[in-house]
């Protein structure tokens, strides 16, 4: 199950290493010299994390390639910002929602 969650190599320029995270495991990281050893090295933090909680009967998190996502994001901006929203929108023709639809697709 631990293959089945969100990895992300990034490098940390104050390591000097490459840096294996888990987007539903915040707290765990692992530095490696290549992305492929911290890739593996994450996994295999994850995997432990998982048998420790299996063993103690906590239920670990859902991956979040197999959440449901309605498409609904609700958001609450500052009044100036909304108005800028909708006169952008109007100007252009669109619906609001597809205006900040595609600016957050960018």
């Not at 958001?75 to 910002?81: A, F, K, N, Q, S």
């Amino acid at each position: 199950m631990s293959d089945r969650y969100t990895y992300r190599i990034t490098w940390s320029a104050e390591d000097n290493e490459h840096v294996g995270l888990c987007a539903e495991f915040p707290s765990l990281s692992w530095l490696a010299s290549t992305p492929t050893e911290a890739l593996s090295g994450i996994q295999r933090v994850v995997r432990r994390c998982l048998e420790d909680m299996q063993a103690t009967g906590e239920t670990p998190p859902e991956p979040l390639a197999s959440r449901t996502y309605s498409g609904r994001f609700m958001v609450r901006l500052p009044p100036e910002i909304h108005r800028s929203l909708a006169i952008q929108a109007a100007e252009q023709g669109v619906s609001m929602n597809r205006l900040v639809s595609a600016r957050l697709a960018e």
